[in-house]
């Protein structure tokens, strides 16, 4: 199982596994779906992760920071309210994650990103 290759999406930031159907393209897949590549990361995924990274800066080192803040910075630039930025928000965290920027911790543990549930806490990665 562990020698299955894993990628992760540019959108989302969910891990994904290699399938029968991506062993052709698999250099080239850079999406876990169509909903994913039809969204891509537009100028507000950015600036939700930016958001996030600063809301990360701005706290004590270690200290907890809820996805959802970032929609409230960014929902004041621009016309959507912050509940459609929720999930957007929460793929900008998962990115974080890939890049190695922060992790997600759920219940004082660090957690999956492509399995987080609930309300999705981050901090800076400790190393
Ligand atoms: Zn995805």
Redesign the pocket.
Known sequence: MSDVPTKT?V????T?TWRKAWARSWDEVR???T??RRRGVGPVDLALEEALVTLLDGGRRGALIDADDATRVVAGRIPSPAEELREPARNAARRLVATGVAEIVVAGQVVDPSRARGPMALRRTSR
Request: charged share 10%; net charge positive.
């Open positions: 999406c959108a989302c930031g969910r994904m999406y876990c779906s909903a994913c």
